[in-house]
Structures are given as structure tokens and as C-alpha cells.
């Protein structure tokens, strides 16, 4: 029964950074669509991927949000006392916790593969402006 509650867990976990990922994705979809002509060159890779940058982000920070709390062992013991006992498996936190920082570690990984490709082939194409806005050094 144990596991089952963790399944459900997860489940609910990965729902939730869905939502995160569309939430946020399809606000920075609205806006480079409206910012990027559709002539520009590279318009699929200059929409799509800080689109998918965007939602992975914060589909991270939600990760982090999270993180702290199945470590919280007073949290953990008030809350298992209470009827929330019956669907979280707060006795299997630490399971929790090491499933959630793989999760977070995964989505970094990903997003730091992708943004590498985004710009080497963006700046290798020949595209100056783009990587000159990039590539300014900081004050």
C-alpha cells in the first residue's frame, strides 16, 4: 500500500510540473510569437526553444519549491497525524525527496543541452546580431 501512495505521489508531482511547464511555456510562446517575425531566420528555434527553456525553468523552480518540504521533519510529523496520512506517504519522505532531486537534476540537464545547441547553431549560421545581444559582456 506504501508504494501505491508514493505512485500517486509522483503522479500527482509530474502532473504538477506539467502544468508548470505548459503554464509558462505557452506565456513565452505568446510572446516571441509576437515579438519575432515570421521571416526572421531560425523562427522555429528562436520561438520554440525559449519557449521550452521558459517552461523548463520554471517547471525547475517548482521542483526546488517542493524539495525543502519532504525534508522538513516537523512538517512531516504534524502532517502525518492529520487525514492527509491516508494519500501522502510522508513515512517514505526521503524516497520522495531523492525522487524530486532527480527530477530537478534531469530537467537542468536537459535545458542546459538544449540552450547549447540553440546558440551554436545560431551563432555558427552567421547570425552576428543575435549572438552579439547574447555575448555582451556584464557591468
Known amino acids: 500500500y506504501a508504494d501505491r501512495k508514493f505512485y500517486i505521489f509522483a503522479s500527482l508531482h509530474l502532473t504538477m510540473s506539467l502544468v508548470c511547464f505548459i503554464h509558462f511555456g505557452l506565456q513565452k510562446f505568446q510572446s516571441q510569437t509576437s515579438t519575432i517575425p515570421l521571416e526572421a531566420p531560425f523562427y522555429s528555434w528562436k520561438v520554440g526553444v525559449p519557449t521550452f527553456e521558459f517552461g523548463t525553468m520554471h517547471a525547475i523552480l517548482f521542483q526546488l519549491a517542493v524539495l525543502p518540504l519532504t525534508m522538513s521533519r516537523l ?21 520522495c525527496h531523492i525522487a ?5 537534476a534531469s530537467l537542468l540537464f536537459i535545458t542546459i543541452i538544449v540552450f547549447l545547441i540553440f546558440f551554436g547553431v545560431i ?6 546580431s543575435f549572438c552579439k545581444k547574447v555575448s555582451k559582456p556584464c557591468r
Open 75 to 95: 512538517l512531516i510529523t504534524l502532517l502525518s497525524q492529520t487525514f492527509l496520512a491516508r494519500f501522502i506517504p510522508f513515512s517514505d519522505m526521503t524516497r
Open 100 to 104: 524530486i532531486g532527480y527530477a530537478f
Open 123 to 128: 551563432c555558427n549560421s552567421g547570425d552576428q
